[in-house]
T-cell receptor, first 117, second 115 residues
């Protein structure tokens, strides 16, 4: 149990376009979902935390107008990278938690590799 | 702020060798500690955890002991298998300010086990 999927697994887009990444909890209700970004040979950096039906809470330095997060249901969260640029190329990972923000029991998706050309 | 430092890889071992991956941390308050494993093409999976000092987390032959005095949580396995080849992340869960808690990860250590 506690499986999280992400779609797409890989995406290539042109500079200036927007791309949407979906994160789904397949067999549990994710009250809280988290979005991370991982650079090569670096640790996962938390971008934002969202509770179903509420606005996301962004970490310092993350542009909320560039990285739009929607958590409209207990099984789906989306991350939209708007007006993407090559520096947005990265590995994006989502996770879901049954609990509220303070819960550490997170279940991770397999990640989405974004390449902006 | 909170941080996790783990040994850099890659680590290459022969099958049945002993594994140690070092992990130390700094944290506000009293963190919970974790090891996650990421197999190729898959998401991070919780391998083991410890929530208080001197606790030993264990799973699939892997062990790690929460050492508060040395702020460490080293991962060990007595005899690795080819199927253990993966990237291992040490992490902590602690108060991060502004009323929130979050997971803080190390950079990951890639382990390759050769037959």
């Amino acid at each position: 149990g506690a499986v999280v999927s992400q779609h797409p697994s890989r995406v290539i887009c042109k500079s200036g376009t927007s791309v949407k990444i979906e994160c789904r909890s397949l067999d549990f209700q994710a009250t809280t979902m988290f979005w991370y970004r991982q650079f090569p040979k670096q640790s996962l950096m938390l971008m934002a935390t969202s509770n179903e039906g509420s606005k996301a809470t962004y970490e310092q330095g993350v542009e909320k107008d560039k990285f739009l997060i929607n958590h409209a249901s207990l099984t789906l969260s989306t991350l939209t990278v708007t007006s993407a640029h090559p520096e947005d190329s990265s590995f994006y990972i989502c996770s879901g938690s049954r609990g509220r923000i303070s819960s550490y029991e997170q279940y991770f998706g397999p990640g989405t590799r974004l390449t902006v050309t | 702020g909170n941080s996790v430092t783990q040994m850099e890889g890659p680590v290459t071992l022969s099958e049945e060798a002993f594994l140690t991956i070092n992990c130390t941390y700094t944290a506000t308050g009293y963190p919970s500690l974790f090891w996650y494993v990421q197999y190729p093409g898959e998401g991070l999976q919780l391998l083991l955890k410890a929530t208080k000092a001197d606790d030993k987390g264990s799973n699939k032959g892997f062990e790690a002991t929460y050492r508060k005095e040395t702020t460490s949580f080293h991962l060990e396995k007595g005899s690795v298998q080819v199927s253990d080849s993966a990237v291992y992340f040490c992490a902590l869960h602690a108060y991060s300010g502004a009323g929130s808690y979050q997971l803080t990860f190390g950079k990951g250590t890639k382990l390759s086990v050769i037959p």
